[in-house]
């Protein structure tokens, strides 16, 4: 008998043939267990790495966005103040023209 002496692993493993005894080495499963596994390992690196970027998009698209959202809403604020500056303004040019006709009906009724 070959190899009584190896302990039945998974292996290696015994089997006769034709009145013989053979080592059948099952390396063939474990490659095959080996990359399945380093498979399963690419695909969930690949996974994660795809999930990873991802959420750093979300993040990037969120940030965009409230930047954008702050600029719109400061160039609001600043549009407002102007049209109130513009608005007073025009109020108190209103007001000064308004003086000036006043004096002015009153200085030509006067004279006459």
Do not use: Q, S, W
Not at 40 to 68: E, G, P, R, S, T
């Amino acid at each position: 008998m070959l190899n009584d002496h190896l302990p039945m692993t998974l292996a290696f493993k015994e089997r006769e043939i034709g009145g013989e005894y053979h080592v059948v080495v099952v390396v063939v499963a474990v490659v095959v267990v080996v990359l399945l596994v380093v498979v399963v390992v690419v695909v969930v690196a690949v996974v994660v790495v795809v999930l990873v970027v991802v959420v750093v998009v979300v993040i990037v698209v969120v940030v965009v966005v409230v930047v954008v959202v702050v600029v719109v809403a400061v160039a609001v604020v600043v549009v407002v103040v102007v049209v109130v500056e513009v608005v007073v303004l025009v109020a108190v040019v209103v007001r000064e023209v308004v003086v000036i006709v006043v004096v002015v009906i009153v200085v030509v009724v006067v004279v006459k």
